[in-house]
């Protein structure tokens, strides 16, 4: 069993958010999502230069490189105006882009992923799903 589809997202306003993923698999595959919490909360503790460097570029690229439709401007604005209450101008986006480091990441995954709540919501056959509170444990990491 695998995951059929994955997907993630993020949607930010400027006084809250919520970040996520979406997996289609089968009754064989589900057990992966108790592994994928444990890989979010990774990312408040072993996030490197390299991986960061490369999710900039990445970034960068996807602003610059947008579908140019008015459609996709008009979105971009208005997920602009919800966040910042202002829109930004491309230069000081890159810029702001540019400013987050590997400890930044850590910081603030460590802030917001690190033992703390979940929700989760799952259709289907879930005798391999592992539980609510299962799960939640899987935002601890102790270490020694």
């Known amino acids: 069993g695998c995951a059929e589809e994955f997907e993630c997202f993020m949607k930010f306003y400027k006084d809250t958010g919520l970040f996520g993923f979406y997996v289609v698999c089968d009754e064989v595959a589900v057990h992966a999502v ?13 996030v490197t230069d ?43 986006m890159m810029l702001r882009i540019e400013a987050v480091d590997a400890e930044e990441v850590k910081r603030v995954a460590y802030k917001y ?11 289907g056959p879930l005798h391999g799903m592992p539980e609510l509170y299962i799960m939640r444990q899987a935002t601890q990491m102790i270490r020694y």
């Open 34 to 46: 108790g592994e994928l919490m444990f890989a979010i909360n990774l990312l408040s503790f072993s």
């Open 50 to 92: 390299e991986e960061v460097e490369r999710a900039k570029r990445e970034l960068k690229a996807s602003l610059v490189n947008g579908s140019g439709t008015t459609q996709e401007s008009c979105n971009q604005i208005g997920k602009e105006v919800l966040t910042y209450g202002r829109g930004v101008p491309p230069a000081e």
């Open 113 to 123: 992923c690190n033992d703390q709540e979940i929700s989760c919501t799952a259709l």
